[in-house]
């Protein structure tokens, strides 16, 4: 299974970015995708989550209301919509794809097994 993430990018504080993460490879039905980010010298952070089997969505407090994770089945891809950005937001973006068993193991990353290479969001104040 390969995850290829896109739609980074460099914008200013208020803008707004979709990133996507197209997933190929063999037939997978994860039980979560997953957006991370890790920003300079900081540690990974959860982001945003949405369980496959009823499209039951997870964030992070600092993003709730701002971004939605969405996906599209027939274009196997997870995106995540990013509005009202802030400089604070700037990181490097990751999605995972996970076959994690509980709920509560969607915020971390290591139940995740597929990871994205990272895709770079910069937002300028």
């Known amino acids: 299974v390969q995850l290829q993430a896109s739609g980074g990018g460099l914008v200013q504080a208020g803008g707004s970015l979709r990133l996507s993460c197209e997933t190929s490879?063999?037939?997978?039905?994860?039980?979560?995708m997953g957006w991370f980010r890790r920003a300079p010298g900081e540690a990974r952070e959860f982001v945003a989550a949405?369980?496959?089997?009823?499209?039951?969505?997870y964030y992070t407090d600092s993003v709730r209301g701002r971004f939605t994770i969405s996906r599209d089945n027939t274009k196997n891809t997870v995106y995540l919509q990013m509005n009202s950005l802030k400089p604070e937001d700037t990181a490097v973006y990751y999605c995972?794809?996970?076959?994690?068993?509980?709920?509560?193991?969607?915020?971390?990353?290591?139940?995740?097994?597929?990871w994205g290479q990272g895709t770079q969001v910069t937002v300028s104040s």
């Open positions: 490879g063999r037939a997978f039905s994860p039980y979560a």
């Open positions: 949405l369980r496959w089997s009823d499209g039951n969505t």
């Open positions: 995972a794809a996970g076959q994690m068993e509980y709920e509560y193991e969607v915020f971390l990353h290591y139940e995740y097994d597929y």
